[in-house]
């Protein structure tokens, strides 16, 4: 009698592992269909200053027509916007650039002496 209830309770001990573990492998599934920024969110964007010295001026807009708003992040300053599409940046020589943002993503702005510049790269998520 007592190997027999010991018996139960191991298959239904099994039963409630088993029953756990798929919850939680479909509740997993759930999460990564959903897109995660982090704590972005969907409509939202980070652009971060990369300089540890200088405050960087910059401006964006919303819409290829819009009008551009300037903005400036000092060193190492991290900002999310919402609400833009596009963003400006001034070169050395008085000319500008102009890079399309996606919401939910970093950005970073860091100087291009290459270019000679602040330039701007996406960080992976």
Known sequence: MAKRKRVRFVFGLLAVVLIMFTLEVRFQAQQQDQPTYGTLKPDELLIINADGDVTVPFSLRNGAYGKYT??????????????????????????????????????EIYWSPNRNRWDLTRIAN
């Open 70 to 107: 300037p903005f400036a992040l000092s060193p190492k300053q991290r900002r999310i916007y919402n609400n833009t599409t596009e963003i400006l940046l001034k070169t050395d020589n008085g000319n500008y650039v102009c890079y399309s943002l996606q919401y939910g993503n970093r950005y």
